[in-house]
């Protein structure tokens, strides 16, 4: 079992930027693949970034591609999300999660969730 713990949302304004956390606990972090997914008031939650447990390979959601990074630092047993150049569309509610597979876009695919950080960017 995987513990997640998002962290670091909050209001900006658009173009400014925002640095989420996901802070995991239980088995062994390093082998699960770690994304982030969100999901703006009465859309559907949507893949956003990846890192996969194989070789620190990312992926990104073509909307945020260029101005979000995924990273993950395993001693602390941490996966952030750099957003930059934030746009209003951006805001919605963030969430990590975790999966044993080496890649993965669909929420289905993931196994444990945290309970989501907001995230609101002011035109």
């Known amino acids: 079992q995987v513990q997640l713990v998002e962290s670091g949302g909050g209001l900006v304004q658009a173009g400014g930027s925002l640095r989420l956390s996901c802070a995991a606990s239980?088995?062994?972090?390093?082998?699960?693949?770690i994304g982030w997914f969100r999901q703006a008031l009465g859309n559907e939650r949507e893949f956003v970034a990846a890192?996969?447990?194989?070789?620190?390979?990312?992926y990104y959601a073509d909307s945020v591609k260029g101005r979000f990074t995924i990273s993950r630092d395993n001693a602390k047993i941490t996966v952030y999300l750099q957003m930059r150049s934030l746009k209003p569309e951006d805001t919605a509610v963030y969430y990590c999660?975790?999966?044993?597979?080496?890649?993965?876009?669909?929420?289905?695919?993931?196994?444990?969730w945290g309970q989501g950080t907001q995230v609101t960017v002011s035109s």
């Open positions: 999660a975790a999966t044993e597979r080496r890649m993965a876009y669909g929420t289905g695919l993931y196994d444990y």
């Open positions: 890192m996969s447990w194989v070789g620190g390979g990312t």
């Open positions: 239980g088995r062994t972090f390093s082998s699960y693949t």
